[in-house]
């Protein structure tokens, strides 16, 4: 079995030391509601059928907490909500976990990878035309997949850690209250991917002492391939237009 190893995370953690960093303690809270489109497979081998998903909104929250202590990276932490069910008939036969489904079979099935990140990151910039932040993530995965039909019901979990990179830019347009952002969490190891991208722009309505107010419109993408991860392989992509609203204290 190759199992995704957190240790990864451990040597991606430290990149550089922070050229620049809040002068002050900030916490940063926010949600996103996200209408995504899910197309892919799952399955026990890596030979599975596309299924006919449903569109389906979710939605994700986080806080993160930046400080001025230099080398000591700021964190975040962010919860995603990744269910989607389908059903169709099978054009093909199909073998999930010891069970065969023929072909013309009429199934039911959910993949939900929810999961929620751990990140430790710097900002190596931090002004009002650009800010970037760099570091790396422990996802925290406890997904599972079901298949239903009128018989029977197999379901499979898989329960593990997946260290990615992360990065996030701001850039500021002069003059405007208005930035334009991108956010990337992403690895590949051996067989194995995860791909999380988000980009959009963002309105800053309410700027003062006690808080700042960003709304959010952007697009975001989320693939995931999993090769025998708790022997589940998985050919997923997410990907949709999402809104959100931050909060910066």
Do not use: C
């Not at 964190?75 to 059903?87: C, E, F, H, P, T």
């Not at 079901?146 to 996030?168: H, K, M, V």
């Not at 800053?204 to 107010?213: C, G, H, Y």
Request: aromatic letters at 14%; charged letters at 20%; a negative charge.
């Amino acid at each position: 079995m190759n199992k995704l190893s957190i240790a990864a995370l451990l040597s991606a953690a430290v990149f550089a030391a922070p050229v620049s960093a809040d002068t002050v303690f900030g916490v940063y809270t926010g949600a996103q509601i996200w209408q995504a489109e899910t197309e892919g497979s799952f399955g026990s081998n890596s030979n599975n059928p596309n299924f006919a998903f449903s569109d389906e909104q979710q939605q994700s929250y986080f806080i993160a907490f930046e400080h001025p202590i230099p080398l000591i990276p700021n964190a975040k932490v962010r919860y995603n909500q990744l269910r989607n069910d389908g059903s169709q008939v099978l054009t093909e036969s199909f073998e999930f976990f010891g069970s065969s489904y023929a072909a013309n079979t009429s199934l039911n099935y959910t993949a939900d990878f929810s999961h929620t990140d751990y990140t430790l990151y710097y900002e190596l910039f931090d002004n009002d035309l650009l800010t970037f932040d760099l570091g790396a993530t422990a996802k925290r995965v406890e997904g599972i997949v079901e298949l239903r039909n009128q018989n029977s019901l197999q379901a499979a979990d898989t329960d593990g850690w997946i260290p990615t990179l992360y990065s996030q830019v701001r850039i500021g347009i002069p003059a405007t209250q208005l930035t334009v952002f991108g956010l990337a969490n992403a690895i590949s190891i051996a067989d194995s991917k995860i791909e999380d991208y988000e980009f959009g722009i963002e309105y800053r309505p309410i700027e003062n002492l006690a808080v700042d107010v960003n709304l959010q419109l952007g697009y975001r993408v989320f693939n995931i391939e999993l090769d025998d991860l708790d022997e589940v392989y998985t050919d997923l992509e997410y990907s949709g237009p999402f809104l959100g609203v931050e909060f910066h204290f």
